[in-house]
Nanobody, 128 residues
Framework: QVQLVESGGGLVQAGDSLTLSCAAS????????MAWFRQAPGKEQEFVAA????????YYADSVKGRFAISRDNAKNTVYLQMNSLKPDDTAVYYC?????????????????????WGQGTQVTVSS
């Protein structure tokens, strides 16, 4: 059974930084893809960033490119989302997601349905 446990959310001010963590357990991640999605109140789920576990190649939404960075720690089976220059528009519940077999096409990294396993979510609130 795969489990994803997120941590690191909180309340920050605009311009601040925050790092989210997602620890995976239960299966090997050697061929996996992991991603972060977010959902703000009244809005649809939105892709944020994804990473190919083997190559560490990363994908980003345009809205966070240059401000957020996704990375992974192989020894800890953990993926991170470093969020810099946070804006009030970044306020949302952030979800970690995992697909044990990474997609072969780049476009699939951006789709929620690609990922089989999801974390419980962690709230990020950015005040202006």
């Amino acid at each position: 059974q795969v489990q994803l446990v997120e941590s690191g959310g909180g309340l920050v001010q605009a311009g601040d930084s925050l790092t989210l963590s997602c620890a995976a357990s239960g299966r090997t991640l050697a061929n996996a893809a992991m991603a972060w999605f977010r959902q703000a109140p009244g809005k649809e789920q939105e892709f944020v960033a994804a990473i190919n576990w083997r190559s560490s190649f990363a994908y980003y939404a345009d809205s966070v490119k240059g401000r957020f960075a996704i990375s992974r720690d192989n020894a800890k089976n953990t993926v991170y989302l470093q969020m810099n220059s946070l804006k009030p528009d970044d306020t949302a519940v952030y979800y970690c997601a995992l697909d044990l077999v990474a997609p072969t096409a780049a476009t699939y990294y951006y789709q929620g349905w690609t990922y089989t396993y999801w974390g419980q979510g962690t709230q990020v609130t950015v005040s202006s």
